[in-house]
């Protein structure tokens, strides 16, 4: 099985905030995206632009995925945002506001222009109704294309939903979002929770998005990356159990029998799978 990088905790960083970009280097997340969106004033873009720039190209942020999140298609910045991240060669490009199959091959057009390397991803952002009913589209439109990223604070207005815990308005989209990003092959991040001081239903949410099979939280406050890389990395029992399954499952194949039983249950290839992906999870963190 091929170990992809941990995504459990995705934090955004503000691109137009020096000292948060400089203390990000030292932040036990997953994946860093540096902000040139929401978090960055419009007098402030260019300035952003050219720091957030330099810090993806700097290598200074160890091993982990640095992205950059682009302001969206339609803003007067986006093009200038593309030519920059592509010369500067982050892990990925993050786009908000991604609706179609179309604007995916755009992008990729874009970056290819560029002279992005291809080490260099597209990270689409589903926001919006027309999003999550064309989401396989989307995510099926290019190779280049890897991770799929929940906006869930604008779907919501979107929807004219309510916040309520939980999530009930949201779950239809969450869901086909996730069977989109299932059936192409692709990473899905679940969105941002926006209360930094609510800690239980912070972790609410992150069982909820795990238990739901995303495989990481885009996350907004430092505060937040210890209990989402824990609800998203696989306990000591389920690393325990996975081992175990495996070993009985290759023992009965080399005695011929067709049945396995783990702890009173029987298993199935399907088990067998499972567990494999778990180990491979705990691998890439280091556990």
Known sequence: MTTQPPRRSVLYMPGANERALEKAK??????????????????????????????????????????????????QWHDADLRAAASAGPSAVVVPKVDSAGEVHNIERALELGGAPERTKIWAMLETPVAVLH????????ERLT???MGTNDLSKELHAEFVPG???LLAGLSLCLLAARATGKVILDGVYNDVKDLP??????RQAREYGFDGKTLIHPS??????????????????SRRIIAAFDEARAAGRGV????GRMIENLHVDTARRVLALAEAIGG
């Open 26 to 75: 030292a932040l036990p997340a997953d994946a860093l995206i540096l902000d040139l969106e929401d978090a960055v004033a419009p007098d402030a873009k260019e300035a952003a632009r050219e720091r957030v720039c330099a810090a993806a190209a700097s290598g200074a942020y160890g091993e982990r995925e640095v992205a950059i999140r682009v302001n969206g298609l339609d803003t």
């Open 135 to 142: 989401a396989e589209e989307i995510a099926a439109a290019s």
């Open 147 to 149: 991770v799929l990223v």
């Open 167 to 169: 999530r009930g308005p």
């Open 201 to 206: 239903g912070f972790e609410a949410e992150c």
């Open 224 to 241: 937040q990356l210890e209990p989402c890389n824990r609800a998203f990395a696989p306990s000591p029992e389920e690393i325990d159990r």
């Open 260 to 263: 396995v039983t783990v702890d």
